[in-house]
Each structure stands twice: as structure tokens, then as C-alpha cells.
T-cell receptor
């Protein structure tokens, strides 16, 4: 079946660097995309979301880019901090209430100081 | 903001016993809740969609007789792992959607260890 996937399982950066985490999705009908951060032993924590009618959305230190042509999603974290170390997942669905999110494989971000 | 409370956070049980996990929406009503399972170093895999007042919808490969879901009220869904085996040891997470414009809220997860 169709699913959301990730290109890189691990990303190591230095504190202060900018991080880019990528995600490929295969369901062209997906309308809503979310990035989550998960720390060990905890539930996913919302970072930022974007709908398919947008190609960019910015939050505090984070930016999500959506390229529907190639079905690609990315999360950019500016001035990465040690506290950003976690596993990051992209998730998608068709944007309808009552439908579950489908998660990608996850990227582990490791930030060294 | 919308909060989902999940209990217990950790549970250890013996093989063959049953374990119940609760998921409560604290400040909103949740007609639908979602249950996920996450094995170490893996992603969240959707197990089932819990619907208040009706039967849950299970994903392919998830045994409905083993993973019993009850959603008897608009604020509570429960997942019971019946006749637990060591291979059921995993991190179970529930989620709910307060409204289309509110995204999804996740519980803190339950670490189940079957010995």
C-alpha cells in the first residue's frame, strides 16, 4: 500500500548548524502533512503542519517545504540546538476529520555541542 | 490546548494475562481516537480507529479479538491486549483529533512489557 517514507535514517549536526530532514510521500491524494518530534519514551510532539495548497510554512526556527510535483516534504531547523536531538517523523493524511495519520519511518537527529 | 491523557505509562504483565490501556481526552470530545503501536527504532504503525458508540476499524494484520477496543464515551477509549505474549511488548500510543483545524493530539504512550 502507499505510505510515507524518509530518505535518511540518521542526521548528525553541530550545534548552531541548520538541519534539513527530508520525507517522500507516495499518496498524491494526501492533503495534510505534519512534522512530529519524538523523544525517547514519549509520544509525538507537534512541530509544524502544512496543507497541500501551500508550498512553505514557517514557525519558530522551523520551516516546512512541500513540493507536490515530486511528492517531497522537508523540515528545516535553524540554529539547531542540543535539545532538538530526537527522532523526527513526517505524517500525512487526506485532511478529513476522523482519518488517521500515516507516519513515515523517522529520522534520528543528533546534535553535538 | 487539547490534551490526551494515557494510562498507564508503563506496565509489565505475565504471558497469558490481559492488559488495559486507557486514553482520555481531557478538554474536548473525541468521536474518533486512533491507536498506534511502535516497536523500538521503528515508526508508529496504525492499529485501529476507535469510534464512539460503534465498532472499531482495524488495520490489516491487526487481530481484533486480541486487541479489544472500547470507545464507550466521547472522552474515553480503551485498548485491551488479551492473552498477551512477549511479542506484544511494544510502545502503544493513542491519538485524537479535536477538530479539523486543531491537528492531532497524542497521548504520552504506554510501554508494555510481557514477561
Amino acid at each position: 500500500g502507499e505510505s510515507v517514507g524518509l530518505h535518511l535514517p540518521t542526521l548528525s549536526v553541530q550545534e548552531g548548524d541548520n538541519s534539513i530532514i527530508n520525507c517522500a510521500y507516495s499518496n498524491s491524494a494526501s492533503d495534510y502533512f505534519i512534522w512530529y518530534k519524538q523523544e525517547s519514551g514519549k509520544g509525538p510532539q507537534f512541530i509544524i503542519d502544512i496543507r497541500s495548497n501551500m508550498d512553505k510554512r514557517q514557525g519558530q526556527r522551523v520551516t516546512v517545504l512541500l513540493n507536490k510535483t515530486v511528492k517531497h516534504l522537508s523540515l528545516q531547523i535553524a540554529a539547531t540546538q542540543p535539545g532538538d536531538s530526537a527522532v523526527y517523523f513526517c505524517a500525512e493524511n487526506m485532511g478529513m476529520t476522523g482519518t488517521a495519520l500515516i507516519f513515515g519511518k523517522g529520522t534520528t537527529l543528533s546534535v553535538s555541542s | 490546548g487539547a490534551v490526551v491523557s494515557q494510562h498507564p505509562s508503563r506496565v509489565i504483565c505475565k504471558s497469558g494475562t490481559s492488559v488495559k490501556i486507557e486514553c482520555r481526552s481531557l478538554d474536548f470530545q473525541a468521536t474518533t481516537m486512533f491507536w498506534y503501536r511502535q516497536f523500538p527504532k521503528q515508526s508508529l504503525m496504525l492499529m485501529a480507529t476507535s469510534n464512539e458508540g460503534s465498532k472499531a476499524t482495524y488495520e490489516q494484520g491487526v487481530e481484533k479479538d486480541k486487541f479489544l477496543i472500547n470507545h464507550a464515551s466521547l472522552t474515553l477509549s480503551t485498548l485491551t491486549v488479551t492473552s498477551a505474549h512477549p511479542e506484544d511488548s511494544s510502545f502503544y500510543i493513542c491519538s485524537a483529533q479535536p477538530g479539523l483545524n486543531y491537528g492531532y493530539t497524542f497521548g504520552s504512550g504506554t510501554r508494555l512489557t510481557v514477561v
